[in-house]
């Protein structure tokens, strides 16, 4: 019987060691020997027969040990033949400079004669540095040349090794350095060919681009004045390849730098598995350090991706993994004269400057300085309103790659606005962008002020910013290091004195909210200990949460709970279509079946937005295309926006009851009077692609709704013809009547309405985070007007609120899955963005099952 087969691996290919041992035949021959030798001799010789045979417990045990002699060689053999031995196929991306010779154009064709020579040099050049390299010569394999560029002439190149296990560490070492072919070379064809800075990278062995392989392999040269589009392989009508290794050379005129936007770019989502990616290089070869970004995900199309080269050329790959069908990227391309001067002198009492291409990112690899000089006897002050020098691999806290100076100090990352100063009238400031990964940059204003009165009838912040004195020891941080708020005395009658010292309104006591930052405003408001707050205030034992009875009598102690089961049916409690009632809250639409029927995730196709990434804002509050694709712009005829609207399904919109009171002869009351505008993003471009212009049907505003008091104020607006749903055409979830948006909860508002009070109307769709705000507070704030259909939501500090123009738009909240359930519809306000004056809505889920009885929604 064979007991023992051994598979090994080894180096020089497979062998089978097989180890035969018939062990039933051993211990047979063994065992029956024994007892033959028993049978066999004279009984009086017994004694010298038991010495002369193995006892049966010694052959066990050599047995034993024979086994474990033959394991351990065949480990050793094992992990000597398929580890120690093992290779590992290493392909290192790098560059090279050919001093002593001239660029030629024919040099940018791969299929020249004079590509090919010249290649062929490179290749017998990298050969012989290599071979002169200990821990480099014996593992070199081959090289390949994929591309010359000017400079005298820079060769792109990708160089195999084979590397055992054990050499890898100094393979990766050895080739990390810099080398300059200095030796003569033996070989005759490089007689005279000098060969400096050869560098070289590891590579992810996916974007290694052969010879064989150049079916997805573009080369473009910009042209004089002219601008080169391209796109990915289908687009916009079919997908990109799925597996597909693509890359685009871009190049320009000698001494010329690029200008690279990707106008419209959709590829897989950047997950970690397996995603797409693309990558856009300040070189013709993909290597790490070079790298000017990576991009994938879907962006919309008002997010700016202008990426500038340091020289002319630049190298876009496309590494797709996935199957997913996605169109990919549509880009255009032109040369432009390097900046000869970056930075500059610059002089007078204000003004303004920016990293170069701003708002387009900074080419890597640039170093600018700027020196501000204001009138003598003046300081100057440098307020950097956009702050954007976000790089991967910085260490944090050190800026060591692309930052900005001043003063000696360096600032980098991603930065809300923050003022600088000096305290003489110069003021130096230096930006460094290293040769990898740029951003946004920075746009700055300097202005000039007095030393002795920086701030003249105002409150300086520690940052140097000016404020009213009023807005000192008010409560809310105005300063962003908040040293208006520090040092106070607290006015007993209006004010909290937190523990940590801050002076709070008196009304934010107990409002759900840490107002103070240790809480300490929040302490003595809360049930005895081991009791629960029911939503009604009322404090019940711990023990009767989640113990499936309505114990608060407004079933808040059942409502959310961690598993699911039904209870009795209360306001709070959600239903499903059979009629039983759940214990959690918030189950619908949730990802997650949690009626037995399943009705909790029915009719769920709501709420998503077509782009995955959400651009920052630059400069403002602008919305991007697509973003909010429920909100609607109405129009009223001959007058323009008038109020915004959310589309619930593919007929009806849900709005404000008040957009629609006849006033001043006109009959706002009519559907004739509007148009509703879906899928827009600018007012200025009405009949842009996408965007879909419809009448009314019928106007139904709620019948209780108030025109005095604005209780009730909600309507639903029913489309004359149906709208098709498309990446910027999207209906937004409705909240079933128990959904709760709690205080504290930060949520979106968007419209076109003034962007400052009095002000007037914005062009693109303007968003706003903002809180809803606790309902005591909200009552207190806006005395007797307040309504259990209202909710206040905003920040108590002014600043972001709806305004003239927004009525009848989206409260836009993000639930659990992360989709967006309309929580309210904007309503009213006094003013805009005042001080303790935040805007109300009409809150959704009281008004459900109304819109449900008129729409069918
Ligand atoms: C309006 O007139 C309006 N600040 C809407 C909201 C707010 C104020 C006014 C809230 O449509």
Known sequence: ???????????????????????????????????????????????????????????????????????????????????????????????????????????????????????????????????????????????????????SIIAYYWSEFSVPQDMVEEVDRAISKEYVLSLPPRSRALQSFNVASVVAFPTDARTVQ????????????????????????????????????????????????????????????????????????????????????????????????????????????????????HPGFKAEFFQLSKMTECGGHLTGAQGTFNTPYYPGHYPPNIDCTWVIEVPRNQNVKIRFKIFYLVEPHQIVGTCNKDYVEVNGEKYCGEKPQFVVSSSTNKITVRFHSDESYTDTGFFAEYLSYDSSDPCPGMFTCKTGRCISNSLRCDGWADCTDFSDELHCVCNATSQFTCKNKFCKPLFWVCDGLNDCGDNSDELQCSCPDQTFKCRNGKCIPESQKCDKKDNCGDGSDEAECDSVWTVPCTQHTYKCQSGV?????????????????????????????????????????NSDEGEWPWQVSLHAEGQGHICGASLISSTWLVSAAHCFVDE??????????????????????????????????????????????????????????????????????????????????????????????????????QKGEIRVINQTTCESLLPNQVTPRMMCVGFLNGGVDAC??????????????????????????????????????????????????KTGV
Not at 9 to 25: E, T
Not at 37 to 57: D, H, Q, T, Y
Not at 270 to 290: A, F, H, I, K, S
């Open 581 to 621: 009632c759940l214990s959690k809250g918030n189950p619908e639409c949730d990802g997650q079946k949690d009626c037995s029927d399943g009705s909790d995730e029915k009719n769920c196709d709501c709420g998503i937005r077509s782009f995955s990434r959400q651009s920052r804002i630059v400069g403002g509050q």
């Open 210 to 325: 052969t010879s064989r392989d150049n079916s997805c392999s573009f080369s473009l040269h910009a042209r004089a004045g002219e601008v080169t589009r391209f796109t990915t392989p289908g687009f916009p009508d079919s997908p990109y390849p799925a597996r597909a290794r693509c890359q685009w050379a871009l190049r320009g005129d000698a001494d010329l730098v690029l200008s690279l936007t990707f106008q419209s770019f959709d590829v897989a989502a950047c997950d970690d598995d397996g995603n797409d990616v693309v990558m856009v290089y300040d070189t013709l070869t993909p290597v790490e350090p070079r790298a000017v970004v990576q991009l994938c995900g879907v962006y919309p199309p008002s997010y700016n991706l202008t990426f500038l080269s340091s020289q002319n050329v630049m190298l876009i790959t496309l590494i797709t993994n996935t199957v997913r069908r």
């Open 804 to 853: 003239q123009g927004d009525s009848g738009g989206p409260l836009s909240s993000v639930e659990n899955d992360g989709r967006m359930f309309l929580a309210g519809v904007v309503s009213w306000g006094e003013g805009c963005a005042r001080r303790n004056k935040p805007g109300v809505y009409t809150r959704v889920p009281t008004l459900r099952d109304w819109i449900k009885e």
């Open 664 to 765: 001043l002869g006109i009959r706002y009351s009519q559907p004739s009077v509007w148009t509703a505008y879906l899928g827009l993003h600018d007012q200025s471009k009405r009949s842009a692609r996408g965007v879909e212009e419809r009448g009314f049907k019928q106007i139904i505003p709620h019948a209780a709704f108030n025109d005095y008091t604005f209780d009730y104020d909600i309507a639903v607006l029913e489309l004359d013809e149906p709208v098709e749903f498309s990446s910027v055409i999207r209906p937004i979830c409705l909240p079933d009547s128990s959904h709760t948006f709690p205080a504290g909860k930060t949520i979106w508002v968007t419209g076109w309405g003034h962007t400052k009070e009095g002000g007037s109307g914005a062009l693109v769709l």
């Open 1 to 151: 019987m064979v007991i023992g087969g051994i598979l090994i691996a080894g180096a020089n290919g497979l062998f089978l060691a097989f180890i035969f041992l018939d062990l039933s035949a051993a211990l047979d021959t063994n065992i029956n020997g024994f007892e033959e030798g028993v049978e066999f001799l004279p009984a009086n010789n017994s004694r010298k027969v038991e010495k002369r045979g193995p006892k049966r417990w010694v052959v066990l045990l050599a047995l034993v040990l024979f086994f474990i002699l033959i394991s351990l060689m065949v480990g050793f053999l094992v992990w000597h033949f398929n580890y120690k031995n093992a290779r590992v196929q290493k392909i290192f991306n790098g560059y090279l400079r050919i001093t002593n010779e001239n660029f030629i154009d024919a040099y940018e064709n791969s299929n020249s004669t004079e590509f090919a020579n010249l290649a062929g040099k490179v290749k017998e050049a990298l050969r012989f540095l290599y071979h002169g390299i200990p821990a480099l010569g014996p593992f070199y394999k081959e090289s390949g040349v994929t591309a010359f560029s000017e400079g």
